[in-house]
């Protein structure tokens, strides 16, 4: 945050002052928010307010599985990263998911950043998505999912579904790693088999060099800490503070049972009726 805030200041761009004075203010003034998705402060106080509703609202009983989407037309070249359209990208997964997931299913997550490497050559941007749901999907569902968003090894997706099963004692750091505070390189290698590797292709996390964090809070700036969102059934209550999250379940005209708490359960009830109607 500090070394990003001098960064800009040393750009002395007029276009960008604007984002320097609020991140300084969000950082000194108490009750000040910024509510920019570039402000690291704002995306940490929104992750946690995400994962307080996330476990709040899914609570010990549901059954959690958490997804990992990677898709083709979120490889950005590394210095257009500024040019990439997060609402459209949204928008778009959230239409192309929804014509492949069972109706009432209900996804919370975030659209992630992460700067690859491979072998130390060109740098690329994969903005990707990350979310969890308490609804189990059928194999003919995954199967249509894994058609929809294809391996393409041109640019660097090898795995681009990942569906995994999440202990209940694991859906706090899990709903942390759904709507990300932080974002990450990712460098590929060949583990070298000659050296113990296994001569498969692997990969590391590590934090953003310094001016690929600069270039991509810049991308940033201009979005609502919230626009990272992506949300499907569930919908964010308005609140005073632009980086509070609160999660309420859409289409339910009782105002009663639309609240946070529970706001699975009609997912279940949806699952229960289908099965009923296939006997
Ligand atoms: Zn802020």
Same mark, same amino acid.
């Given at each position: 945050?500090?070394?990003?805030i001098?960064?800009l200041r040393?750009a002395n761009n007029p276009e960008y002052q604007h984002i320097h004075d609020a991140l300084i203010r969000c950082?000194?003034?108490?009750?000040y928010?910024c509510g920019s998705?570039g402000c690291?402060?704002?995306?940490?106080?929104?992750?946690?307010? &995400?994962?307080? !509703?996330?476990?709040?609202?899914?609570?010990?009983?549901?059954?959690?599985?958490?997804?990992?989407?990677?898709?083709?037309?979120?490889?950005?070249?590394?210095?257009?990263?500024?040019?990439?359209? @997060?609402?459209? &990208?949204?928008?778009?997964?959230?239409?192309? @998911? =929804?014509?492949?997931? /069972?109706?009432?299913?209900?996804?919370?997550?975030?659209?992630?950043? !992460?700067?690859?490497? &491979?072998?130390?050559?060109?740098?690329?941007?994969?903005?990707?998505?990350? &979310?969890?749901?308490?609804?189990?999907?059928?194999? =003919?569902?995954?199967?249509?999912? =894994?058609?929809?968003? /294809? =391996?393409?090894?041109?640019?660097?997706?090898?795995? /681009?579904?990942?569906?995994?099963?999440?202990?209940?004692?694991?859906?706090? !750091?899990?709903?942390?790693?759904?709507?990300?505070?932080?974002?990450?390189?990712?460098?590929?290698?060949?583990?070298?088999?000659?050296?113990?590797?296994?001569?498969?292709?692997?990969?590391?996390?590590?934090?953003?060099?310094?001016?690929?964090?600069?270039?991509?809070q810049l991308?940033?700036s201009k979005y609502?800490?919230?626009?990272?969102?992506?949300?499907?059934?569930?919908?964010?209550?308005?609140?005073?503070?632009?980086?509070?999250?609160?999660?309420?379940?859409?289409?339910?005209?009782? /105002?009663?049972?639309?609240?946070?708490?529970?706001?699975?359960?009609?997912?279940?009830?949806?699952?229960?009726?289908?099965?009923?109607?296939?006997?």
């Open positions: 945050m500090e070394l990003s001098k960064r040393w950082r000194d003034e108490e009750g928010n998705l690291r402060l704002c995306r940490e106080r929104a992750q946690a307010s &995400f994962s307080n !509703s996330v476990s709040r609202g899914w609570h010990k009983k549901h059954q959690l599985y958490s997804y990992t989407i990677i898709p083709v037309d979120g490889w950005v070249a590394y210095d257009q990263i500024d040019a990439f359209d @997060l609402l459209a &990208f949204g928008r778009r997964h959230r239409e192309k @998911l =929804k014509r492949v997931l /069972p109706n009432g299913m209900r996804i919370a997550g975030g659209v992630d950043f !992460s700067l690859n490497i &491979f072998e130390n050559g060109e740098r690329s941007w994969q903005v990707h998505l990350h &979310f969890l749901t308490d609804h189990q999907i059928e194999k =003919k569902t995954e199967k249509a999912l =894994k058609l929809r968003y /294809p =391996k393409d090894d041109t640019k660097e997706i090898f795995r /681009p579904l990942r569906i995994e099963t999440i202990a209940s004692s694991d859906v706090r !750091s899990n709903s942390k790693y759904s709507l990300k505070s932080y974002f990450l390189k990712r460098s590929g290698f060949i583990a070298d088999p000659e050296k113990g590797g296994s001569g498969d292709r692997t990969g590391k996390g590590q934090g953003l060099p310094a001016d690929a964090d600069e270039l991509l991308a940033l609502r800490v919230t626009d990272a969102l992506f949300l499907i059934g569930l919908k964010r209550k308005r609140t005073s503070d632009p980086a509070e999250i609160k999660l309420h379940r859409t289409g339910n005209a009782n /105002p009663s049972t639309s609240k946070l708490r529970g706001y699975g359960a009609r997912t279940k009830v949806c699952s229960r009726r289908k099965r009923k109607s296939r006997r």
